[in-house]
């Protein structure tokens, strides 16, 4: 079954819409099983081998989901703050360290007066 066949345009997801909306108004979990179980359906319909990978798909990302999400509540503020801080100045440290050293290589190789053009076009001696 493909988004555009018939079978899906007519019947299949206005059955799925349907119900899903009847369901919705008594339970929202039920409803998103509902999707849920549908999509599987649908994807099944095609090739049923792909189920179980999708199963399996859903239950790593879930998994690996949940691992972070409590690794993050896990960690204070002060300390994503202090991470987010010192990120931040070992990036500006090596870009420093990594500009002086290639000035330096430069003044080494004889390059470093080499001309260059500024922004008004005109050659200038650095």
Do not use: E
């Given at each position: 079954?493909?988004f555009n066949s018939y079978i899906f345009i007519f019947a299949f ?82 870009q420093s360290v990594s500009q002086s050293v290639s000035q330096s ?22």
């Amino acid at each position: 079954m493909l988004f555009n066949s018939y079978i899906f345009i007519f019947a299949f997801f206005p059955i799925i819409f349907l119900v899903f909306f009847q369901i919705g108004k008594t339970s929202h979990a039920l409803a998103s099983f509902w999707l849920a179980a549908a999509s599987l359906f649908f994807y099944g319909w095609w090739d049923i081998r792909y189920v179980a990978l999708l199963l399996a798909s859903i239950a790593f990302n879930y998994a690996a989901g949940y691992v972070i999400g409590h690794r993050v509540a896990r960690q204070s503020v002060s300390q994503s703050v202090s991470q987010s801080v010192s990120q931040s100045v070992s990036q500006s440290v090596s870009q420093s360290v990594s500009q002086s050293v290639s000035q330096s290589v430069k003044n080494l190789a004889g390059l470093g007066n080499w001309r260059q053009f500024n922004s008004a076009g005109l050659f200038q001696i650095r």
